[in-house]
C-alpha cells in the first residue's frame, strides 16, 4: 500500500522517509493520477481541516476514492465537539487517572506526535487517545475537577510543533510510518429505547407531522417506548436505545452532533454519522459514484485554477451545486457566461471546491428508497410549475413551491433505475437513503444519494401505506437486537 503524506506546501514537511512520498493538498485534490491509485494511505497534515478547507476535502476524497485517510473525516468532527470527545473517551477514563494522578496542576496540556510524546511515562495514554482519534499530531487538553477530564481534543498544525519537539516528531513519525497496520480503537456499544430527532419549526421537514405519528404508532407496536426529541435533548440521548433522525440533516449541524453521539453512545443511528459524512457532500458522492462507475450527468468538481474551463466542459446552461446543498437550497443554474462567474465567485468564497454539471431537463426525477440494500419505495417527483426543479423556493403561490408526485409500483420501474440506484445507495452503506435519478434516453443517472430521504404521509407511503413504516422500525429493531446478540457473545 502506497503511503502518501498531503500537506498544504512542500516546505511543511521536509523529513525524508523510507517509502513515504509527500504532495501538496492541490494537487492530491486536482491532479487526476493520485484519482486512479489503487491502494494508498493517506496521511493528512495539512494545516486546517475547517469544514470545507483544503484538508477537510484531502480527507473527503480520499475515503471517495477508496484510500484510507487519517485522519478520516469523522475523526476530523469528533475533534470539533469536546461533548463527543469526552464520550468517546469515557472507556479509558481509569488510565487518565493513572496517568496523570501525580500531577500537582490543575491543567495539563499532552501533545501526541504520531502516538507518541517526548515523556515516556505518557506512552499508553498517547497510543489509546491516538487509536481512538486517528490524527497524525494532537493536543490534548486536561483540567483537574473532582477528578482529571478531557477538556478538548484537537490538531496540531505540522508547522506550530516547537522547534526543540521537532527532532522527537522525526523520530516518531519514522517509527510510525513503519507500521503496517493503522486499525483504531473499537467504541463499545449499549442498549437502549427509540428517539425521533424533530424540528417542529422546520419549514420543509424529511416527514410531516401525520407520517412522524405514523412512525411513533409503528414503534410502539412493535414493542418501543417512542419519544420525539429536539435539538435540547441533546444530553439525554443515553437514555435511549435507538435514534431515528427525521430532520434534515447536514455537517455543520446539531443533526450530525446527535447521530455521531449516539453512535459512540452505542445507539442504532439512521442516519448514521458516516452517511450523513458521505451523502450530505456532493463533492464526495461525485468522486465515489465516477469512481465506481455509476452513470452521473457529466460532472466535473470545480476549484479556482480550473474554472475558466467549467463553459467548455459543461456549456451552458450549466449546474452549480454548493457542496452540502438539499431539497434543491444551494443548487443554482447558470444561463450565461455573467450568471456563471458571478456564482462561481459567491461560491467558491465559501467553499475550497463545488460541482458542476451539466444541465439534463427532465419532467420528473425518480427517487427510489431503498433500505437494508433493497428497494423500499419508487416515486416520480414532477418540477415545480414553470421551474426546472422539484422545488423552487421562490415561487409566487405556495402552491408553486413544490411539483406533484406519483408513487409507482416496483414492476412499473424500468430496471435500469432499480438496478442503478441500488448500486449508487450500496455505496453508501445498509441505511435508509433516497437515490434521485434522471431517466434520459433510455438510460439513468444517478443525480444524488440522500441519506434522510423524504417520507410523508399522502406521498410515499400511498402504495405500503403503514407497512412502510413498520418496516423502517422493523429494521431498527432488527439491528438493535444484533448488537444484543454481538455484545452477548463477546
Not at 523510507?18 to 501538496?24: A, Q
Not at 422546520?202 to 418501543?224: L, M, T, W
Not at 458521505?278 to 455509476?294: D, F, G, S
Not at 459567491?346 to 426525477?365: K, R, V, Y
Request: aromatic content about 10%; charged content about 30%.
Amino acid at each position: 500500500m502506497r503511503k502518501i503524506v498531503v500537506v498544504d506546501y512542500p516546505k511543511d514537511w521536509e523529513t525524508k522517509i523510507e517509502d513515504v512520498e509527500v504532495v501538496d493538498a492541490q494537487t492530491y485534490l486536482t491532479d487526476a493520477t493520485y484519482t486512479d491509485i489503487k491502494n494508498a494511505r493517506i496521511f493528512n497534515l495539512c494545516r486546517s481541516y475547517k469544514y470545507q478547507s483544503a484538508g477537510y476535502y484531502v480527507s473527503l476524497l480520499a475515503e471517495a476514492r477508496g484510500h484510507k485517510p487519517i485522519p478520516s473525516v469523522t475523526t476530523m468532527q469528533d475533534l470539533k465537539t469536546p461533548t463527543i470527545a469526552r464520550a468517546i473517551t469515557m472507556e479509558i477514563n481509569d488510565l487518565v487517572q493513572k496517568s496523570l494522578g501525580r500531577l500537582k496542576s490543575k491543567t495539563f496540556t499532552l501533545s501526541i506526535y504520531f502516538g507518541q510524546n517526548v515523556a515516556e511515562k505518557y506512552e499508553k495514554l498517547c497510543k489509546q487517545l491516538h487509536d481512538l482519534f486517528q490524527a497524525p499530531l494532537l493536543r490534548a487538553q486536561f483540567v483537574f475537577k473532582d477528578e482529571w477530564v478531557l477538556q478538548s481534543i484537537s490538531p496540531i498544525p505540522v508547522t506550530d510543533v516547537p522547534d526543540n519537539h521537532k527532532r522527537y516528531m522525526t523520530k516518531f513519525a519514522k517509527a510510525y510510518f513503519a507500521r503496517h497496520r493503522f486499525a483504531g480503537a473499537r467504541i463499545s456499544r449499549k442498549v437502549y429505547d427509540l428517539a425521533i430527532l424533530v424540528d417542529p419549526e422546520e419549514k420543509a421537514p424529511p416527514s410531516n407531522e401525520r407520517a412522524i405519528q405514523n412512525f411513533v404508532e409503528a414503534a410502539e407496536q412493535q414493542g418501543f417506548y417512542t419519544e420525539l426529541i429536539t435539538k435540547d435533548d441533546y444530553r439525554r440521548l443515553a437514555e435511549f436505545d435507538a435514534l431515528f433522525i427525521r430532520e434534515t440533516t447536514s455537517v455543520n449541524h446539531h443533526t450530525y452532533k446527535f447521530s455521531r453521539k449516539a453512535f459512540a453512545d452505542g445507539l442504532v443511528v439512521i442516519d448514521d454519522p458516516t452517511s450523513i459524512l458521505r451523502c450530505t457532500n456532493k463533492v464526495y458522492l461525485a468522486e465515489l459514484l465516477t469512481k465506481a462507475k455509476v452513470p452521473v450527468p457529466k460532472t466535473m468538481i470545480i476549484h479556482k485554477d480550473n474554472r475558466e474551463q467549467v463553459e467548455a466542459e459543461l456549456g451552458l446552461p450549466c449546474v452549480l451545486k454548493k457542496p452540502d446543498s438539499s431539497f434543491s437550497q444551494g443548487v443554482v443554474k447558470a444561463k450565461d457566461r455573467k450568471g456563471l462567474e458571478k456564482q462561481l465567485d459567491e461560491m467558491l468564497a465559501d467553499s475550497e471546491l463545488i460541482i458542476g454539471q451539466e444541465f439534463t431537463p427532465t419532467d420528473f426525477d425518480w427517487r427510489i428508497g431503498v433500505l437494508d440494500k433493497q428497494p423500499l419505495y419508487a416515486c416520480k417527483y414532477f418540477m415545480a410549475k414553470d421551474h426546472w426543479q422539484i422545488y423552487n423556493w421562490n415561487g409566487k403561490k405556495k402552491q408553486d413551491e413544490e411539483g406533484d408526485d406519483e408513487v409507482v409500483p416496483f414492476e412499473d420501474v424500468p430496471f435500469h433505475v432499480l438496478h442503478t440506484a441500488l448500486k449508487a445507495a450500496n455505496l453508501i452503506g445498509d441505511g435508509l437513503y433516497g437515490v434521485d435519478i434522471k431517466e434520459i434516453d433510455g438510460k439513468a443517472y444517478v443525480i444524488e444519494v440522500n441519506d434522510n430521504p423524504s417520507i410523508d404521509s399522502g406521498c410515499e407511503d400511498k402504495i405500503l401505506k403503514k407497512e412502510l413504516y413498520a418496516a423502517i422500525i422493523k429494521s431498527i429493531k432488527r439491528r438493535i437486537d444484533n448488537h444484543k446478540n454481538i455484545r452477548t457473545d463477546g
